[in-house]
């Protein structure tokens, strides 16, 4: 009876000890947060940069310092990271802020994400953050003409090239043509740029315009690509000679000497409408040019503006020069007017068009008189001048007099007297 009462009071007494004595409890983890950066953020693709992670103990009194990895992956994962994509808070570091570092090598060309996962440790909690790179494709841009010398009252065809080797990507951006020096030229409307892939990644885009030199001289011709998020600029140059105006006169010019166009991304806009002239103009015994406009594009565009006709003529000029005798006898002593040349711009005339994609017109332009001396006075009836509108668009035309016996020489009314 004395041994089951010592065996039950032991039983209580070792039950008492248990529910009395508290268990040890978890101690929480600290809070952390995780923020990624990479220097440099922008590079050529293939170039590596260095991303750097960062954790920082967030409580206002820290159990002590972050320890252990953070694991970094890529959006997209066109890339690699050294040290298998993760990296170890050194063992020495102390303080709040660690840090830890490796190097990721982009394969494409764009914007990429790079996140950092923070596992934590015995006292700190994970957590993540990222930072952004930019990944830039090198292009290189070509330009070339068809003809290195011509006269000035004549154009050429030019055709800049941008290629890029390696991105699968259509560059956006655009192309702007310019001319050293950066008067006596003008540059048509270039035309659509379309982007051709290449089998093994990467392509190249053709873009086309004119280019008319208005005096002679020496011209350095440019083809600059503006680059995009994730192409380089890259530039093309071209040299020109222009010679002296034949007879007739050369093309006449307008302001400016640039020429833009945007490159078209995948599934981009249309390109804009194209207006096309025709390349003759029959003169009627009216004195109007029957001038053959017409309109091609996608739907949604149109061809709006004002055509001009013009041509440029050398003109004998008299220059008096002042006498440097003095007295009485100064008028005796004048000497001779000297002769010397110089360019005019005739203006024909200019017509108002809009028409839609797919529509021709035949306009009616009632030509000038300066105009009409001239074409009275050329050679077979035919005189080559140049149609042009503000927005760099040229072409040349050829006007037509009307046959012997239908147009008589236009002159100057001679005033009666009285």
């Given at each position: 009876?004395?041994?089951?009462?010592?065996?039950?009071?032991?039983?209580?007494?070792?039950?008492?000890?248990?529910?009395?004595?508290?268990?040890?409890?978890?101690?929480?983890?600290?809070?952390?947060?995780?923020t990624?950066?990479?220097?440099?953020?922008?590079?050529a693709?293939g170039?590596?940069?260095?991303?750097?992670?960062?954790?920082?103990?967030?409580?206002?009194?820290?159990?002590?310092?972050?320890?252990?990895?953070?694991?970094?992956?890529?959006?997209?994962?066109?890339g690699?990271?050294?040290g298998?994509?993760?990296?170890?808070?050194?063992?020495?570091?102390?303080?709040?802020?660690?840090?830890?570092?490796?190097?990721?090598t982009?394969?494409?060309?764009?914007?990429?994400?790079?996140?950092?996962?923070?596992?934590?440790?015995?006292?700190?909690?994970?957590s993540?953050?990222?930072?952004?790179?930019?990944?830039?494709d090198?292009?290189?841009?070509?330009?070339?003409?068809t003809?290195?010398t011509?006269?000035?009252d004549?154009?050429t065809d030019?055709?800049?090239?941008l290629?890029?080797?390696?991105?699968?990507?259509?560059?956006?951006?655009?192309?702007?043509?310019?001319?050293?020096?950066?008067?006596?030229?003008?540059?048509g409307?270039?035309?659509?740029?379309?982007?051709?892939?290449?089998?093994?990644?990467g392509?190249?885009?053709t873009?086309?315009?004119?280019?008319?030199?208005?005096?002679?001289?020496?011209?350095?011709?440019?083809?600059?690509?503006?680059?995009?998020?994730?192409?380089?600029?890259?530039?093309?140059?071209?040299?020109?000679?222009?010679?002296?105006?034949?007879a007739?006169?050369?093309?006449?010019?307008?302001?400016?000497?640039?020429?833009?166009?945007?490159?078209?991304?995948?599934?981009?806009p249309?390109?804009p409408?194209?207006?096309?002239v025709?390349?003759?103009?029959?003169?009627s015994?009216?004195?109007?040019?029957?001038?053959?406009?017409?309109?091609?594009?996608?739907a949604?565009?149109?061809?709006?503006?004002?055509?001009?006709?013009?041509?440029?003529?050398?003109?004998?000029?008299k220059?008096k020069?002042?006498?440097?005798?003095?007295g009485?006898h100064?008028?005796?002593?004048?000497?001779?007017?000297?002769?010397?040349?110089k360019?005019?711009?005739?203006?024909?005339?200019?017509?108002?068009?809009?028409?839609?994609?797919?529509?021709s017109?035949?306009?009616?332009?009632?030509?000038?008189?300066?105009?009409?001396?001239?074409?009275?006075?050329?050679?077979?009836?035919?005189?080559?001048?140049?149609?042009?509108?503000?927005?760099?668009?040229?072409?040349n035309?050829?006007?037509?007099?009307p046959?012997?016996?239908?147009?008589?020489?236009?002159?100057?009314?001679?005033k009666?007297?009285?």
């Amino acid at each position: 009876m004395t041994r089951l009462r010592v065996i039950g009071l032991l039983t209580l007494a070792t039950a008492a000890g248990a529910l009395g004595t508290a268990a040890p409890a978890s101690a929480a983890l600290d809070g952390t947060t995780t923020t990624v950066a990479c220097s440099p953020a922008s590079d050529a693709t293939g170039a590596a940069s260095t991303c750097t992670a960062t954790v920082t103990d967030t409580e206002p009194t820290p159990q002590g310092t972050p320890t252990g990895q953070v694991e970094f992956t890529a959006a997209p994962s066109s890339g690699t990271f050294s040290g298998g994509g993760a990296c170890t808070i050194p063992v020495s570091a102390t303080g709040e802020a660690v840090s830890c570092q490796l190097t990721f090598t982009p394969s494409a060309g764009g914007g990429y994400t790079i996140s950092g996962a923070y596992s934590g440790d015995t006292t700190h909690g994970a957590s993540g953050g990222s930072g952004a790179l930019t990944a830039v494709d090198p292009t290189t841009t070509s330009f070339t003409c068809t003809d290195s010398t011509l006269q000035i009252d004549s154009s050429t065809d030019c055709t800049a090239t941008l290629s890029d080797a390696s991105s699968p990507q259509a560059p956006g951006g655009s192309v702007t043509f310019s001319s050293s020096p950066t008067t006596g030229g003008t540059f048509g409307s270039p035309g659509a740029c379309s982007w051709q892939a290449s089998g093994s990644g990467g392509g190249s885009a053709t873009c086309e315009v004119t280019f008319a030199p208005t005096s002679a001289g020496n011209y350095t011709l440019s083809a600059a690509y503006s680059g995009d998020s994730s192409h380089s600029a890259s530039t093309g140059t071209f040299g020109l000679t222009a010679t002296t105006t034949p007879a007739n006169g050369g093309p006449g010019s307008h302001p400016g000497t640039t020429g833009t166009l945007t490159v078209p991304v995948s599934n981009g806009p249309p390109p804009p409408a194209t207006l096309a002239v025709a390349r003759n103009a029959k003169v009627s015994g009216k004195h109007r040019a029957a001038l053959k406009l017409s309109c091609s594009g996608a739907a949604g565009t149109s061809c709006v503006g004002k055509l001009t006709l013009a041509t440029v003529v050398r003109v004998k000029v008299k220059v008096k020069t002042k006498s440097t005798s003095k007295g009485k006898h100064s008028k005796k002593h004048q000497p001779k007017p000297t002769t010397t040349t110089k360019l005019v711009t005739t203006i024909f005339g200019s017509v108002k068009y809009d028409l839609a994609p797919g529509r021709s017109h035949t306009f009616a332009v009632k030509l000038s008189n300066k105009g009409l001396r001239l074409l009275a006075g050329a050679r077979r009836g035919k005189l080559k001048v140049t149609a042009y509108a503000a927005n760099f668009f040229t072409s040349n035309v050829t006007l037509l007099a009307p046959k012997h016996g239908k147009h008589k020489k236009h002159k100057k009314k001679k005033k009666k007297k009285k």
